[in-house]
C-alpha cells in the first residue's frame, strides 16, 4: 500500500507511509493482544513496546466503546454476543469460526497517543495465517497517520489521471535522459514511435532539435533548479518540413538518499499560439515599416526586409512601371499590366533583382491562371515545388526565380480597385512548408502595402510636381556669362515636399551687364512657392526695363503689397470646390544687384535682406556696407542704393537668413561661420559649381529651420580694348561721322562681316538721338559675346516702335534696329536714357570674345 513514510521522528517524508525501514505496524493474535510492535510504531503511538504488548488492542482506542464501530468497517460484522477479532472471524465458545473472513480490510480509527491526545490512524490488516482455527492465527496491522493517508492518495490519484490525460504532455526521463514513462498521447505527430520506452529524443527528433532539450534537460539535472516555459521547436527525422512548436516544464526528481533519479517534464503544444502571436508581430513590423517613408522605393525594399526572412527564405516586390513616377495604372482590368521587380530580400542566392513580368487580364476567376492576380485579388499559394507532385495546372512562371523553393506564394497590391503590384514570399530547406494561414497574413500584409504604396505614389506625383514647379521658377545652378561666372544652391527646410519660398537669379541685361537676385518669401510650401514665382517674373520684367535697383524694390514693394490686399478681400473657402485655399504672409525680403563689366562696378538696393559677402582676389572677407531697407509688403519706405568697386576676380556671396540663422547663435556668429565656410571653400581659386557644395555641406535638408539659398558670383571685365565710345554734337552732318567710326573699329576687331548691320543701326540711333533729344550724344560699342551697340542722350522720352503707313518717309528706324538685332531696348540713366542693340558675334569670333 503506497503512502509517505513517516521518519523515526513521525513527520511525513517523501516515501511510502508502509515502507520496511520506517513501518508502523503491529502484531496480534487471534484474541486480539498485541503481540509486538515496531520502533516506527512506538513512535507513532507514543507508547513503549512492553507497555502495549499482551493488551488487547482495543484498549489503544480513544474510545473503547467504538469498538463495534470501527469492526463494522469490515465485511461481515459479528454479532453482539460474540468476541470480535480483528481477522474477521467470531471466536465462539467452541472455537468455530462464524462466517468467511475477508483477505484483508482497511479502516479509520481514533487511538489515544501517549501523551494524552488523539490521534487519527489509516490502518490495514493483513491475517498472515486466516486458515487455522484453532486461535493461533496471526494478524499483522499497518497503521500511518491519516493526514499523511489522505495525501498519499491525493498524489497517486493526481499521478494516474496525469498520465491519463492528453490535453498536457507528460513524460519522465532517467539520469541518462531516456524515456521511462509518457502519457498516451505523448506527441501525436509524424515519426514518433508508439513504444518510447528506454529511447533518447536523438532517435526520433532532428538533432538540432533532440540537443536544444537535452541541453535544458540535463541543466535541470545538474542544478536542480526548475526549467519553466522553455519554448523549441520540435521536428521528427521522418517529417523535417513539418514540426511543432512545445513549451517545455521540467523538474528534478529524486530518490530518497538524495540522489538525481531523472527528470520529469510537462509541455503543451503552442505551435497555433506561436504562429498567431507570430503572425501578428509581422503584420506589425510590416506596418511599421510601411509607415516609415513617403517614398515608394524605399517604402517596398523596408517591406521586403520584414518579409524574409520573418515570413520567407526569400521576397520580392513587383510593382507596375507607372507607379514610379507617380503614375497610376489601369484600373479596369483589360490592360496588360507590366511588372518591375523593385525590392528583393533573402538569403544570398535568391531572387534576381531584376526582371518584369506581363500580368494578363482574365474574363472570370474560375478560368485564371494561377499566377495572375489581376482577376478576383485573391493571393496564389503554391506547394509541391521541386517534386514530382505538380501543382493543378501547372505553377506560375514566378515560382521558378528561387531555385530549390518547395513552395510558394503571392498577393496583390491592390487599393481602390486597382492593383499596383505584387508580393512574392518563397520557402525552401527545413522551413515548414506555406499554408493557407501564411498565405492570409500575407494578403492582409499586402492590402496594407498597397494602400501605403498608393499614398507614396501620390506623395511622388505631388512632389514631382512641386519640384517641376521649384525648377521651374528657378534658374540654372550654374551659369558662365563674360560678366561673371555664377553658382547657386538651394537646400529647402520642408524635404520632403522640396519646395519653399527662397529663390536666386541670374539675369542678363544691356550693355554686358547681369542682374543678381536673391529672395525669401515668408513662409514654406507651395503657396510660398508661388508666392516666390510671382516675385520672381515681377523682377525679370522690371529688371527687363534696366530699373535702378532702388526703383525696381520699389515696384516689387507696391506688387506685394497689391497681393497681401488681394488675399485680405478674398473671402475664406470662395473656390469653385468649397474647399478653403492655403494662403500665409505676403512678406518678402529681397538683395537686388547689379554688376557692370566695363565700369567693374556693383549697385545694390536691399529690402529687408542680409549684406552680401566679398571674397577680395587675395582670399579676404568682407560685408557690403548696404542699407537693408524695410521687407516687401511694409510700403511707404524708400530704398537706397549702394555702389561697390569689385576687382576682377572677386566673388560676391549672395544668401538668404536660413544660413545665418539656424538657431546656433546670433546673426552676427552666422556671418562670421559664413565667411569661414566661404574661405574654407577657396571660392576664389576653385569652380564655383564645386565651391558652393562644400558651403553647404554640413547643412542636410530636413533638419533646417528655414530654407537656405546661396548665390556667388565670380566677377570679370571686359578689357578697354573691347570698347570703343565716342561723344558727338547734336549735329545731323555727325550722323555720317559716326557711321565711319563704327566701320573702323570693327575692322580692328575682325569683324567686319558686323559692319554693314552695325553701321544701319548706329545711324538710326545717332540720328533718332540728335533729332528728339538733342545734344551731347555718346556712341559706344562694346564687345564681349555679343556686340553692343548703344547711343546715350540727354532726353528721358523712351522711344517707342511704330508701324509706319506706306506713303510716310520716316518711322521705320526703330523697326530696322529690331530686325537687325538679336535684342535691343533702353534704359534710363541719370542723365538722360540709353538705347542699345545686341547683335552675335561670327561662329568664328563667337569662342574667342572676352
Keep these: 500500500m503506497d503512502a509517505p513514510r513517516a521518519d523515526a521522528t513521525g513527520a511525513d517524508r517523501d516515501d511510502y507511509p508502509f515502507a520496511v525501514a520506517g513501518t508502523a505496524a503491529a502484531l496480534l493474535d487471534g484474541a486480539g493482544t498485541v503481540v509486538a510492535l515496531t520502533p516506527a510504531a512506538e513512535v507513532l503511538l507514543g507508547r513503549r513496546s512492553a507497555d502495549v504488548c499482551g493488551r488487547p488492542v482495543r484498549e489503544l482506542l480513544a474510545d473503547v466503546g467504538g469498538w463495534e464501530a470501527l469492526l463494522s468497517q469490515r465485511t461481515g460484522v459479528p454479532k453482539r454476543d460474540e468476541a470480535p477479532d480483528p481477522a474477521g472471524t467470531t471466536a465462539t465458545g467452541r472455537g468455530e469460526q462464524a462466517s468467511d473472513p475477508p483477505a484483508g480490510w482497511e479502516g479509520r480509527v481514533t487511538l489515544r497517543h501517549g501523551a494524552g ?210 503614375g497610376e495604372p489601369p484600373a479596369d482590368g483589360r490592360h496588360t499590366l507590366v511588372l518591375l521587380r523593385m525590392a528583393v530580400a533573402g538569403a544570398e542566392a535568391g531572387v534576381p533583382r531584376t526582371g518584369t513580368a506581363h500580368v494578363e487580364p482574365i474574363d472570370a476567376p474560375d478560368g485564371r491562371d494561377p499566377g495572375d492576380l489581376a482577376g478576383d485579388g485573391r493571393g496564389v499559394l503554391v506547394t509541391g515545388l521541386g517534386r514530382d507532385a505538380v501543382p493543378p495546372g501547372g505553377a506560375p512562371e514566378w515560382t521558378a526565380a528561387v531555385p530549390g523553393a518547395h513552395s510558394a506564394m503571392a498577393a496583390p497590391l491592390r487599393a481602390r480597385g486597382v492593383m499596383f503590384g505584387r508580393l512574392l514570399v518563397w520557402r525552401t530547406a527545413h522551413r515548414p512548408i506555406l499554408d493557407l494561414d501564411d498565405l492570409a497574413l500575407l494578403e492582409e500584409i499586402a492590402a496594407r502595402a498597397a494602400l501605403a504604396v498608393d499614398n507614396a505614389r501620390r506623395y511622388t506625383k505631388e512632389r514631382r510636381t512641386a519640384v517641376g514647379l521649384q525648377r521651374s521658377l528657378l534658374p540654372p545652378a550654374t551659369c558662365e556669362r563674360p560678366a561673371l561666372e555664377a553658382a547657386g544652391a538651394y537646400l529647402p527646410a520642408d524635404a520632403d515636399s522640396g519646395v519653399g519660398g527662397d529663390w536666386f537669379d541670374v539675369i542678363p541685361l544691356s550693355s554686358a551687364r547681369v542682374a543678381l537676385v536673391v529672395g525669401d518669401v515668408a513662409g514654406h510650401g507651395l503657396h510660398a512657392t508661388a508666392m516666390m514665382g510671382r516675385l520672381r517674373s515681377a523682377v525679370r520684367a522690371l529688371a527687363d526695363l534696366d530699373l535702378e535697383p532702388e526703383e525696381l524694390l520699389a515696384h516689387l514693394d507696391d506688387l506685394v503689397l497689391q497681393v497681401a490686399a488681394e488675399a485680405e478681400s478674398e473671402e475664406p473657402g470662395n473656390g469653385d470646390t468649397g474647399i478653403p485655399l492655403p494662403g500665409g504672409p505676403a512678406g518678402a525680403t529681397c538683395l537686388y544687384a547689379v554688376y557692370d563689366p566695363v565700369a567693374r562696378s556693383c549697385v545694390m538696393a536691399s529690402a529687408g535682406h542680409p549684406p552680401p559677402a566679398v571674397v577680395a582676389p587675395d582670399g579676404t572677407v568682407d560685408w557690403v556696407d548696404v542699407s537693408p531697407g524695410p521687407p516687401l509688403g511694409v510700403g511707404g519706405w524708400p530704398f537706397e542704393a549702394v555702389e561697390r568697386d569689385l576687382a576682377p576676380g572677386s566673388v560676391l556671396a549672395l544668401y538668404t537668413d536660413g544660413l545665418i540663422e539656424r538657431g546656433e547663435g546670433d546673426i552676427d556668429e552666422g556671418m562670421r561661420d559664413l565667411a569661414d565656410r566661404l574661405i574654407r571653400a577657396e571660392v576664389v581659386e576653385r569652380p564655383l559649381r564645386h565651391a558652393r557644395h562644400d558651403i553647404v555641406a554640413d547643412l542636410p535638408p530636413g533638419r533646417l529651420r528655414d530654407d537656405v539659398t546661396l548665390l556667388l558670383a565670380r566677377t570679370r571685365e571686359v578689357p578697354a580694348s573691347s570698347t570703343a565710345t565716342w561723344l558727338l554734337d547734336a549735329d545731323p552732318a555727325v550722323v555720317s561721322d559716326a557711321r565711319h567710326l563704327v566701320l573702323e573699329q570693327l575692322t580692328r576687331w575682325d569683324l567686319d562681316e558686323l559692319g554693314f548691320t552695325t553701321e544701319l543701326i548706329a545711324s538710326e540711333l545717332v540720328t533718332n538721338a540728335i533729332r528728339y533729344a538733342g545734344g551731347p550724344v555718346r556712341l559706344r560699342l562694346i564687345r564681349t559675346d555679343a556686340l553692343t551697340c548703344e547711343v546715350s542722350d540727354p532726353s528721358n522720352t523712351q522711344p517707342r516702335m511704330r508701324r509706319a503707313r506706306t506713303s510716310e518717309e520716316g518711322g521705320r528706324g526703330l523697326y530696322l534696329v529690331a530686325q537687325l538685332s538679336r535684342r535691343w531696348g533702353s534704359r534710363y540713366t541719370r542723365e538722360g536714357k540709353t538705347v542699345w542693340s545686341e547683335q552675335p558675334l561670327p561662329l568664328v569670333l563667337a569662342g574667342h570674345s572676352p
Design 117 to 326: 491526545h488523539d490521534l487519527e490512524v489509516g490502518f490495514g490488516v493483513l491475517p498472515l495465517d486466516p486458515g487455522r482455527g484453532d486461535g493461533t492465527a496471526r494478524f499483522l496491522v499497518v497503521g500511518a497517520p491519516a493526514d499523511a493517508l489522505v495525501r498519499w492518495r491525493q498524489d497517486r490519484a493526481l499521478t494516474r489521471e496525469l498520465f491519463l490525460q492528453g490535453r498536457v504532455g507528460l513524460a519522465l526521463f532517467d539520469a541518462g535522459l531516456r524515456l521511462l514513462r509518457t502519457n498516451t498521447h505523448l506527441l501525436p505527430y509524424t515519426g514518433v514511435p508508439v513504444d518510447l520506452g528506454g529511447r533518447r529524443l536523438g532517435d526520433f527528433l532532428r538533432a538540432e532539435d533532440a540537443d536544444t532539450i537535452d541541453a535544458q534537460l540535463r541543466e535541470v539535472l545538474r542544478t536542480g533548479a526548475p526549467l519553466i516555459g522553455f519554448s523549441t521547436a520540435v521536428r521528427t527525422l521522418a517529417d523535417p518540413l513539418g514540426g511543432r512548436e512545445l513549451s517545455f516544464s521540467a523538474f528534478r526528481l529524486l530518490e530518497s538518499d538524495g540522489r538525481a533519479m531523472g527528470v520529469a517534464t510537462v509541455f503543451t503544444d503552442v505551435t497555433d499560439h506561436q504562429r498567431a502571436r507570430g503572425r501578428l508581430e509581422l503584420l506589425y513590423r510590416a506596418t511599421e515599416a510601411l509607415s516609415g517613408s513617403l517614398s515608394v522605393m524605399r517604402t517596398v525594399e523596408d517591406l521586403a526586409e520584414v518579409l524574409a526572412p520573418a515570413l520567407g527564405d526569400h521576397a520580392a516586390v513587383d510593382l507596375a512601371e507607372t507607379v514610379l513616377t507617380g
